[in-house]
């Protein structure tokens, strides 16, 4: 157990079934409201997709991505693609100490973890945060302070979302396959005690609920 470790607990919850997007999207928001502890979930896409921020317009990313299916997050940030990348969640209940940290200040201490986590043995293969925004011609790729970058383009990045339930920060890791990090790595470098888990009946039932209403809604898809 890590005494100087940001979270107490976690439950990891590796899911090995590829999902759709809208219900990907549904599964983290049904956590957030069902969770009574911090958990980490680690997911699979059905087939390659988009994923947009909640304020982001739907016009620019059918631009780039005319042949993708898209799913609105309920999460801020840009349009991210989905399929090859190594995707996750973290979610903590309200009560939780950590949901009092600043954003911008767990925004960072989460992506220290996953740098920690990415770190390799590979010869070349090093990893910063940072500390000020770095514009590519790519859209995942302007990077923003504290997200991680590899060869001095953004490897990977996150968006939040605060609300009575706690705090949702989904994130997504675009490196080579060879080099995505292990779910318990990064649950290690989070929190104290670490637990292992799947999706509850109960979670899931919630989450194919929220698609259907939400996710799933053109309306929701078409809101901005």
């Not at 001095?152 to 997504?172: C, D, N, P, T, Y």
């Amino acid at each position: 157990m890590r005494g100087d470790s940001p979270l107490a607990a976690l439950l990891v919850l590796d899911d090995p079934t590829p999902r759709g997007a809208a219900l990907n999207m549904a599964l983290d928001q049904a956590l957030l409201e069902c969770s009574a502890s911090a958990v980490l979930r680690v997911y699979r896409w059905e087939r390659p997709c988009v994923s947009i921020g909640y304020f982001e317009p739907i016009a620019s990313a059918r631009s780039r991505f005319p042949n993708r299916e898209m799913v609105r997050r309920w999460t801020g940030g840009g349009t991210v693609s989905h399929g090859e990348d190594w995707t996750y969640s973290l979610i903590v209940p309200h009560a939780d100490p950590f949901c009092r940290i600043r954003a911008s200040d767990c925004y960072g201490i989460i992506h220290r973890a996953l740098t920690e986590a990415l770190q390799t043995r590979e010869e070349g293969f090093a990893l910063s945060l940072a500390d000020a925004p770095v514009v590519s011609r790519h859209c995942f790729e302007n990077a923003v302070r504290h997200d991680v970058l590899w060869r001095g383009q953004k490897a990977a990045g996150a968006a939040q979302r605060r609300s009575r339930f706690g705090l949702l920060h989904q994130g997504s890791v675009q490196l080579p396959r060879a080099l995505h990090p292990q779910s318990e790595r990064l649950a290690e470098r989070l929190a104290g005690r670490v637990e292992l888990g799947s999706l509850a009946e109960d979670v899931l039932e919630k989450g194919r609920s929220l698609a259907a209403s939400r996710y799933e809604n053109p309306g929701w898809l078409n809101l901005r």
